[in-house]
């Protein structure tokens, strides 16, 4: 709960840097994934820029190389200088969902019994925009186990049209009324 908060803060600094500096946001964000990926391949820099035993000094010459922009360089700085350097994963997510929700855009999940072609996707995408009056950005997934129907979860909200669900509250409803 504590970190969520610290990496709130410290991913709420990022965007606003980027509003005084001018920055496009969604540029920025696009630098730090490509950060966090590498960080992800190379787990060994990431734990050596966490280490708390590492002198900051040295940090700084390791995170001078990570990449070339100036402003992502002097924040993950300033996060390893504070010590921080462990919530990086956490700052980069936080930061995406602020510039997402700056730009009127929400990630939503949908799992399908067999694979949408693009029509329904293009239905969905259009139907959900609508009611959630934001551009929606799709992440497809397949799962046999549905039977049909989709599932789709938008942050907590989930809207559930499977049949593999429907078939399980009709059961429970049956065997209530048995008892």
């Known amino acids: 709960m504590i970190d969520r908060k610290l990496s709130s803060r410290y991913a709420k600094a990022l965007l606003s840097i980027c509003v005084d500096k001018g920055v496009d946001e969604d540029e920025l964000l696009k630098k730090l994934k490509g950060l966090v990926d590498f960080l992800?391949?190379?787990?060994?820099?990431?734990d050596y820029l966490s280490a708390y035993v590492i002198p900051y000094s040295n940090k700084e010459k390791v995170i001078s190389?990570?990449?070339?922009?100036?402003i992502l360089v002097e924040f993950i700085k300033y996060v390893a200088k504070k010590g921080r350097f462990k919530l990086f994963y956490e700052i980069a997510e936080t930061f995406e969902e602020l510039v997402d929700e700056k730009?009127?855009?929400v990630k939503a999940f949908v799992k399908s019994a067999v694979d949408l072609d693009e029509e329904t996707k293009e239905r969905l995408k259009e139907s959900l925009g609508k009611k959630l009056n934001k551009e929606v950005i799709f992440t497809f997934e397949k799962d046999a186990s549905l039977i049909a129907g989709i599932i789709v979860q938008v942050k907590d909200v989930v809207y559930d049209g499977s049949l593999k669900t429907y078939l399980s509250n009709l059961e429970q409803k049956l065997?209530?009324?048995s008892i």
Do not use: A, I, M, T
């Open 103 to 105: 730009k009127g855009r």
């Open 175 to 177: 065997l209530r009324l």
């Open 40 to 46: 992800k391949g190379n787990p060994e820099v990431f």
């Open 65 to 70: 190389e990570l990449c070339e922009d100036e």
